[in-house]
Every structure is written in C-alpha cells, then in structure tokens.
C-alpha cells in the first residue's frame, strides 16, 4: 500500500457510518499513519514542521505561544487564573487565537456571552493546542504530551465544563481526554448560543436577506450529531431563508476545501488535485442551488499578516458517531447581542 492512501482519508467518518457490513475504516488508517510517523518516522516535510511548531509553541503554525491570549486584551474576558469560580472554561483553541478569521469568531462569541452575562473564562497563555492535529497525524506522544498539559491545567482550576469553536477541540476535549483524566461536560458554542436565543437572553436583530444554506462540519455532525442548534441559530436571523444543501446531515460531504497541508484534522502529504477536487464538489451541492453557503470556520493556515510555515485511537465506533466555529452563526446572533 503506498503512503498517499494513508494520507488522503480526510477522517470525515462518510465511509463508516454508510458501510453495509460495518468496516471500520477511519480507525485503521490513524492506526498506519502512527506506525508511519512512531516507527518509521515516514511522513512529508510538512507534517514535520506542524510537529516542530506544536512542540515549541504549542500551535501548528509556529506563532509565538506568548500571544494566544492577545485577541481578548480589549475584550475584558478573564482569565481563569483572574476567575477561577468562571462557570465555564472557553478552550478557544489554535484557529481562535491565532487565525485572523478565528479571532473575529472568537471576538463575536466572547460579545455574545458578554451580553448573556455568562460566567465563562479563558486559559490564556496557560492554553495549549488540543492536539487533535497530532494524533490523527500519527504522533500518538505529541497529542497525549499536549492533552495531558491542557488537562492537567483545566482539573487544577477545577474546571467542570468547557466551551469550544472549533468541532475537532470539542470532540477530542469531549471523546478523548476522558482517556487521559480529563473528563468536563463540554459544549460546541452553537450549542451555547442556541441555547441562549431559546431562553431568550439573547435576540438576533440584524436581518441577513436572502437564500442560505449551512454546510455540516463531520466533525460536529457525523461524529457528535450536532446537527439541529445551527440550523435553529440561523433560523432566528431576520430574512434569512435556510435551504438544504443536497447532501446534508449525515450524509454531509466533506467539505475538504483547505490548504493540502491540512486536512481531516491532520497535515497530509500535498495532493493539490485531491483537496481542489473535493472542494469544488462540495462547492457545487451548495451552489447547485444557487445561494450563499454559510459553512465551519476550519483550522488551517493562518488569514492575512499572521501567515506562517506550515492533524488516537478512538473508542467503539458508537461512540464515536455522534468537531470550527460558524461563522455565520455567531454574526447571526452578534447582531441582537
């Protein structure tokens, strides 16, 4: 088998959750990429640089760890060293803080609880990546190296329950840190603020007119089956017409629409074709219908002046099937907070 098969799975779970005698795909393949990466240090060039860059500043693109915390200054969002009783613990993650797209998801969502007056706090400097990027890359000890600081940072301030944006954080923090000793109630942030428009403490009042439709993220959908809180988040916009794209909950296509140095969680091997193939399906079941398409945020590379060098085992295949901020969702809800 050559390396490329190993490397083009994006993880996006399509091809177990459909199988008709129940194979087990997405599980094997991690399992090769980390006897490639562990045994035979057998990997691209650029997967070797996100290593470098996660190990020395606990991000995949190399961005000084000192300024995570950098986005919220002007914000007044605390720390949990300065609110250690906060209700919730924001992960805001590697995109939320570094990515110039990322920080206006996360300004947006940090307005929103602010409004809401939830109790919620971030680690700062303290945070570091989930790790997600590494494991299912292959590089079992770098992941288990920066879920045990993280975890070992969130259970020293007693953290019960973590907000996250990014779909890959929440399931990672919520299937995979248990395993490690980490174990919170976590939420993705449109369940957060689905939740709030229903109890009525925040109210969408900025129209959005027109046809829309709202791309899945596999890793919020297919494997958390977080599927009806976005939908209803867009639904409470003024104007704005939801429509379905042709594929949709778990049927959803992978969107794959990112850089061929990052995907299905992981750096991979560059296969430009590939991942323009991918996207420009994904493209055309949106727009085959002739309308905006409203999809997650990923994590890739670093938007605008911030651009830099350039993602474990899971448990029982239930359990697994159910993780990036939407942006529309947030600006959505941003406008009557």
């Known amino acids: 088998?050559?390396?490329?098969?190993?490397?083009?799975?994006?993880?996006?779970?399509?091809?177990?959750?459909?199988?008709?005698v129940m194979i087990e795909h997405v599980p094997k393949i991690i399992d090769m990429r980390r006897y490639k990466v562990l045994m035979e240090a057998d990997f691209a060039p650029e997967l070797q640089l996100t290593y470098r860059n996660m190990e020395n500043n606990s991000n995949p693109w190399g961005i000084g760890a000192h300024m995570r915390g950098d986005w919220a200054k002007e914000l007044g969002v605390k720390t949990m060293a300065e609110n250690p009783e906060a209700e919730y613990c924001w992960y805001v993650g590697c995109a939320g803080s570094f990515d110039d797209r990322g920080k206006k998801i996360s300004t947006a969502f940090a307005k929103i609880l602010q409004a809401a007056g939830v109790s919620f706090a971030i680690l700062g400097t303290e945070e570091s990546c989930c790790g997600d990027s590494a494991m299912r890359g292959g590089n079992e000890y770098l992941y288990q190296a920066l879920a045990q600081a993280n975890i070992e940072v969130m259970n020293g301030y007693g953290v019960k329950k973590v907000i996250t944006t990014c779909p890959h954080g929440y399931n990672v923090i919520k299937k995979d840190y248990p395993q490690l000793g980490g174990t919170y109630e976590v939420y993705h942030h449109t369940e957060i603020i689905a939740d709030l428009i229903a109890k009525g403490k925040i109210k969408p009042t900025k129209a959005a007119e027109g046809l829309f439709t709202y791309h899945d993220s596999c890793f919020l959908g297919r494997y958390n089956k977080v599927y009806d809180q976005p939908r209803k988040i867009l639904q409470a916009v003024p104007g704005l017409k939801l429509v379905e794209m042709e594929k949709h909950h778990d049927h959803g296509f992978c969107w794959r629409r990112r850089r061929p140095d990052v995907d299905g969680g992981a750096p991979r091997r560059a296969d430009q074709q590939l991942s323009h193939r991918h996207g420009a399906q994904g493209q055309r079941h949106g727009r085959g219908h002739g309308m905006p398409l409203l999809q997650h945020h990923d994590h890739g590379r670093p938007q605008g002046p911030q651009r830099r060098g350039e993602g474990r085992r899971q448990g029982h295949r239930r359990d697994r099937l159910g993780g990036h901020g939407a942006q529309a969702d947030q600006g959505g809800a941003e406008g009557g907070a």
Do not use: F, Q, S
Request: aromatic share 4%.
């Open 1 to 20: 088998m050559g390396v490329n098969p190993v490397w083009d799975c994006t993880n996006c779970m399509h091809c177990m959750e459909h199988c008709p």
